[in-house]
């Protein structure tokens, strides 16, 4: 499909992404960097690709350039490789947050590259290159977006390299995909968070009880509250206004619900808990939920 | 062990000990009493117990009575219990809030009653007598609170009752049980139904698009949002004391988190986000969840 795939950053996303490419052999050539050296390390030792030590150099004669490091790193990224990029290269990334990131990208100017940016859908609570394995784009959604380029061959070439990893591809605006992400994930990352940080804080004396006792619920949050910390505080950074924006929204919930329990407002609780139980169904309807209760945890 | 167990509310939890009483043998005869009739008759369809349309007869003679309905039910309940229950009869309960109940049950001067509360940290986020499943408590928790019966013959019976189905068990006064709860259990619940309050009243266009993308953090608090809302009700009316103020100690951490968004504090964020790790591996190590990346769903 490629003659020369660069991938910049190696951690979860990156390394299953060399996985899968490797795999299924959509390129005659990977380069790798990440600025890492235990990471590149890593790489080095169990894959046979070429692992460069400048980033500049990653992506001369590359096809296809993929950033798949924190959101912060792309400006410094960017100015190093902007000179080494080959003509009509595809320029895309994995991040979770799009709408800064374009602007940053349309500031450069950047002549004869396609920049058309893509989020896979795809992760786990763990991060680093021993953490990332090939089937992880499988059936997952992969979100392309661009300012311009949603029908160009090059567009169409990048869906394809998309499906050819296993994953159906959706176009969206830069601002829609911020917007419709801010809900799916970034406002429960902040939440989890959140509770965790309420709970560490209330340990006290109770400490091994609220660790034998976290089935009740508790262990569910703490999956997505254990993510990346340096991708997650880029993208809260990012996306500041629609996450500010969704909390706050939060906030007025959940004074609701206080405001009913201070009250002893039966009918009102009642009807807010049965409100919620829909949600899952369409959830595990459109195929993206198990329908095993607790998640088929054994 | 039991020559007759009565078993008042047979949704999830009660139709779980059923199941699992009847396949231990740990009792001759099993009593059962739901006020709903659909309930009922499943339970005289599925199982060969008695199924009773009059609480007060169904407890008569039993060597342990279980109440597993929803916390507002029990008043109406023990009114029609009080004069028929057995002399020296184990009174026990599977709620979520202790304190409360307690007061209430203190209130009725049951003469020659040995009342010993049961929490079963184990359940699914479905109800009614179909989801029950007779592994429900196996290598759960359950926790004892009584108010002076620690050490008696009783409250070791009871204690040997639920190890027979395969629970752990701890005993905690009924504030300690309250207050620990409203952080691992009761704290979550608010939260989730919260959040998925918010996404729901954020639907707008982009309904499909939230549904699609929820697998980025969203679905994992839906699975809570789905608990029973009547259980929840009460759970949230019963320990409102401890659950406003744990909250409120919620909401300010959130504030914090929202403070450093806007004023994009890098380094408080990588701080907040770096400290909630921790927890989720102390409680993968104490066997309370799963150590798979995504709860290991598929």
Redesign the interface.
Known sequence: MFDKITIIGCGLIGSSLLRIIDKKNLSKQINVFDKSKEVSEFIKNNFKVKVFNDVADSVSGSDLVIISSPL?SYKEILLSIKSTLKKDVILTDTG?AKKEINKIINNFNLDQVHWISSHP??????SGPE?GFAELFKD??C?LSSENQKKTQKFNLLKKFWEALGSKV?F?SFD?HD???S????????????????????EDK?KE???????????????????D??M??DI??DN?EN??K??D???E??E???K???S?N?DK??S??????K?????IK?G???DK??????
């Open positions: 912060s979770s859908i795809a992760g786990t609570e763990f953490s997952r959604w979100i959706k969206m829609d917007y419709v992400l809900i799916t994930s970034h406002l429960p990352h902040a939440i989890a968070y959140s509770i965790i940080r309420t709970v560490i804080k209330n109770f009880e609220i660790i034998q006792y976290s089935a009740s619920g508790l262990r569910d949050f703490t999956r997505i509250a254990a993510s910390p340096t997650w505080r809260f950074i500041d996450i500010i969704i909390l929204n939060f906030s919930n959940l609701e619900i206080k009913a329990i201070k002893k039966k609780l009642n807010i808990f049965s409100s919620t139980r949600l899952r169904k369409e959830i459109a993206q939920e198990t209760p607790n998640f088929g945890r054994k």
